[in-house]
């Protein structure tokens, strides 16, 4: 069987001494990718020469600057632009991808080809919480495709969850959904993969095949502290779903309660503006007041009481870093 091409991207910005493990996890893996991306996005450290050094050792390695600092979206969208592959997989220039990954979510692709992307299990640290849990283990028990209309069931149920990383998209699909928009911030990639997939389905592989740490220092970390930011953020989600391109996307959003992991501050956009009260569903009433009980309590819960809930509930990794995809999320 023929796997479908792959461009893996990576936009870095002064993180020269972290790219050699980053590309290492690539090089490494069963089945390689088309090409490999690294942009240089203005650093002012070693990075270029560290880029170019990676891309002797290998043909897959392809290096690239930006004549200025343009930021990590506009640098996300000119590497959907140099890219060829089929599929687009974004890397922080800090992140290593776990072995495997390439192969089991081309293979699955490949059987798939009308999915806006395919994600797996993430396997999440909160280093100032002192937590780790695993996000996506509801999903499903086996490797599969699923529908926008099986998608809406799972949503209704709490359970349509999986994290960007690591996450393959479908390039095309990705451009012409409009890429990823820079007055939506840290939470564009969400907003292009799942307008996305509620159109045309996604693939999952219920395996931890990625792993992220949450820092309050990052780019999302800080704008996550920014009450008014987010709130701006929020409402220009609601704003671009309103677009006629995205309407059957919240059509399935909205029946099934999809903005509702954005909290109390979602939940009152769309309480207290009148364009936006089709969203209020009973559906989204109540898991929206659920996720935001629950981020209120595990600032006031002692990390000791929340390792607790997250083993009972079934997020917790097990040793050696199996999920147990069983559980729902």
């Given at each position: 069987?023929?796997?479908p ?13 972290h ?30 020469a560290?880029?170019e ?8 390695v ?13 640098s ?16 922080a ?5 776990l072995p ?10 490949a059987?798939h080809p ?12 909160d ?22 209309d ?19 998209v479908?390039r ?6 409009g ?5 939506l ?6 907003f ?30 800080r ?23 995205y ?11 999809a ?5 109390k ?13 089709h ?19 595990k ?6 009481l ?9 997020y917790?990794?097990?040793r ?7 559980k729902?999320?």
């Amino acid at each position: 069987m023929k796997l479908p091409s792959l461009t893996i991207f990576v936009p870095n910005l002064n993180h020269g001494r972290h790219l050699p493990a980053c590309v290492a996890s690539v090089l490494s893996q069963s089945v390689l990718p088309t090409e490999l991306i690294l942009l240089d996005d203005g650093s002012t450290d070693d990075s270029v020469a560290v880029m170019e050094s990676l891309a002797r050792q290998s043909p897959v390695v392809k290096v690239y600057r930006n004549e200025r600092n343009l930021g990590v979206i506009a640098s996300m969208n000119r590497g959907l632009d140099l890219a060829t592959g089929d599929y687009f997989l974004g890397l922080a220039a800090d992140d290593c991808l776990l072995p495997g990954v390439v192969e089991k979510m081309l293979k699955l692709l490949a059987h798939h080809p009308q999915a806006a992307f395919c994600g797996a299990i993430t396997h999440c640290r909160d280093a100032g919480a002192g937590l780790e849990y695993l996000y996506g283990t509801g999903v499903a028990d086996h490797a599969c495709y699923l529908s926008p209309d099986e998608m809406v069931r799972l949503s209704r149920a709490g359970r349509m969850h999986m994290f960007a990383t690591p996450m393959m998209v479908h390039r095309q699909q990705l451009v012409a959904n409009g890429k990823y928009y820079p007055e939506l911030k840290w939470c564009t990639d969400w907003f292009a993969v799942w307008t996305a997939g509620y159109q045309t389905g996604v693939c999952h592989v219920p395996e931890v095949l990625g792993e992220f740490t949450k820092d309050s220092t990052s780019y999302s970390g800080r704008g996550m502290q920014n009450t008014a930011e987010r709130f701006a953020i929020y409402r220009a989600m609601l704003d671009h779903l309103a677009r006629p391109q995205y309407q059957e996307a919240a059509r399935r959003m909205r029946e099934g309660a999809a903005l509702a992991q954005f909290g109390k501050e979602m939940l009152w956009l769309v309480l207290r503006h009148r364009e936006y009260r089709h969203f209020l569903t009973p559906v989204y009433l109540w898991q929206a007041s659920w996720w935001s009980l629950r981020a209120e309590v595990k600032k006031l819960l002692p990390a000791s009481l929340s390792r607790l809930y997250f083993r009972l509930a079934g997020y917790a990794p097990r040793r050696g870093g199996s999920a147990s995809p069983a559980k729902a999320h």
